[in-house]
């Protein structure tokens, strides 16, 4: 079992930063991928970015690519989601993913997920 609390969320004006973190409780955390997705107002939950389980891989969507950098601590059993250059489309609760493989995050074929926290950018 694996259990994921996020923090980190809030209210960043336009072009700012936020970092996320996730951290995970289980013994076997550290042989999960890890990721992250989001959900807007009236849409779809959507992914956003995943890291191997190792932190020797990553994938990112392309809405955020070179804007977010995602890695992880598994000594701390946390994950993070640095987001710069925030924009009003990033707003969005963020969730927390563990799936056995990367691949299986970017598919959406997710195993736990986290309770979520909002980003809101304001224009």
């Known amino acids: 079992q694996v259990q994921l609390v996020e923090s980190g969320g809030g209210l960043v004006q336009a072009g700012g930063s936020l970092r996320l973190s996730c951290a995970a409780s289980g013994r076997t955390f550290s042989s999960y991928a890890m990721g992250w997705f989001r959900q807007a107002p009236g849409k779809e939950r959507e992914f956003v970015t995943a890291?191997?389980?190792?932190?020797?891989?990553?994938y990112y969507a392309d809405s955020v690519k070179g804007r977010f950098t995602i890695s992880r601590d598994i000594a701390k059993n946390t994950v993070y989601l640095q987001m710069n250059s925030l924009k009003p489309e990033d707003t969005a609760v963020y969730y927390c993913?563990?799936?056995?493989?990367?691949?299986?995050?970017?598919?959406?074929?997710?195993?736990?997920w986290g309770q979520g926290t909002q980003v809101t950018v304001s224009s």
């Open positions: 890291i191997s389980w190792s932190g020797g891989s990553t």
């Open positions: 993913a563990a799936a056995r493989y990367l691949s299986y995050i970017v598919e959406g074929r997710v195993n736990y």
